[in-house]
């Protein structure tokens, strides 16, 4: 049922991407596993499926343990400051970086271990009161402080969480404003930033999100069914 879900996933989100002239390639799809056992990983393995996103420091690090070295997990959650020692030398990617202090754990560990890391900056679009991120006002400047101040730390552009909504169309106008805010960022050619990432898009939006040009979208529900918090 996992292989055939994202199977079924993997192609619709090629259709949307050839309706609006985008080329699929451009799109991740990261199978969100956070709460699943690795026997669900393992099932999209098998079918060469290699990237996944985790909530969970402790999560992350018991599946790098017993999952294949070419497997990329995805920190995409919130990021505790004093859990960033625990996955540096095993996420692929931090997705949700909102604060310089943050950043600056990450380039601590990233010296610690002779190493570089991706990230993409949480924006709180929305400004909506339950979630983190950074408001798209204050966007540039953190951008701007973590490219100078934080050399192993490398800006791949954005991130976003939109609000639950009903109809998904609701959420349009976040990822339009997401891509142009990303554009105009990325119009500065700001030293040690790239800004060709927007990760963006769930369960409930992710068809909406790729017609606004998400380039990795983050499916749990839709791959591997409603999570059970406690089992
Ligand atoms: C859990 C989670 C997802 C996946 O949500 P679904 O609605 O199950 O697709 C995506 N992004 C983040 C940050 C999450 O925490």
Request: hydrophobic share 35%; net charge negative.
């Amino acid at each position: 049922m996992i292989q055939e879900n994202y199977q079924r996933i993997r192609k619709e989100i090629d259709d949307i991407c050839l309706g609006c002239n985008r080329s699929p390639e451009d799109v991740l799809l990261i199978a969100v596993s956070k709460t699943k056992p690795v026997s669900d990983m393992e099932e999209l393995l098998n079918i060469g499926v290699r990237d996944f996103g985790e909530n969970y420091p402790q999560e992350l690090t018991e599946k790098y343990g017993v999952l294949p070295k070419s497997v990329h997990l995805h920190q995409i959650g919130h990021l505790q400051t004093n859990k960033v020692k625990y996955i540096i030398d095993k996420a692929c990617m931090i997705h949700a970086v909102d604060s310089l202090h943050l950043a600056k754990t990450i380039e601590k560990e990233c010296e610690k271990h002779d190493l570089d890391m991706d990230i993409l900056i949480e924006v709180n679009f929305a400004e909506e009161e339950s979630k983190f991120g950074v408001k798209k006002e204050e966007t540039e400047e953190l951008v701007r402080s973590i490219a100078e101040l934080c050399p192993r730390v490398h800006i791949q552009g954005l991130m976003t969480i939109a609000p639950f909504v009903e109809n998904p169309e609701h959420n349009r106008p976040i990822f339009k404003g997401m891509r142009e805010l990303a554009l105009d960022i990325k119009s500065k050619n700001i030293d040690n930033v790239s800004m060709n990432a927007l990760s963006m898009g769930m369960t409930n939006d992710y068809k909406i999100a790729i017609e606004e040009g998400a380039t990795m979208v983050r499916v749990g529900t839709a791959i591997f069914g409603a999570r059970n918090y406690n089992k």
